[in-house]
């Protein structure tokens, strides 16, 4: 196994928290998986939600196999700097709630706003009509 040589602070690694440039963090070690999402078998959007943090507990409780650990070495890019300091908590979350409703596509705001706007016509047309 090749010696790791680059450090980056977590804040460093939330960076790349996009499709064409996605990285995780898991057990301390940084990998850019860019290239690995559309192979990873439970779909893009689980690798995008796991950047901006240390996924290490996502990763365990999805109970991967040895060959997925063995196939993470491929896509290594580096290690967190243990003396840097992490990105807070709240922050982090605050941050990944941000990106999320960034990210939802157009279709899942189009039926409530739909909805809204049929009420709001009805309720203007009810109001008339009295």
């Not at 850019?32 to 996924?55: F, I, Q, R, S």
Request: charge should be negative; hydrophobic fraction near 35%.
């Amino acid at each position: 196994m090749p010696t790791l040589t680059k450090l980056f602070n977590m804040q460093e690694a939330a960076e790349h928290n996009t499709k064409d440039d996605c990285w995780v963090v898991i057990d301390g070690k940084v990998y850019d998986v860019t290239t690995y999402l559309d192979e990873h078998p439970g779909g893009d959007d689980v690798l995008l939600t796991a950047t901006g943090k240390d996924a290490t507990e996502d990763f365990e409780d999805a109970g991967h196999s040895q060959d997925a650990r063995d196939l993470m070495e491929k896509y290594l890019v580096g290690e967190l700097d243990p003396s840097a300091a992490t990105i807070s908590e709240p922050e982090q979350e605050k941050d990944d709630k941000i990106r999320k409703i960034k990210d939802l596509p157009l279709q899942y705001w189009a039926i409530p706003i739909a909805v809204a706007g049929i009420s709001i016509v009805v309720g203007v047309l009810y109001l008339h009509k009295r």
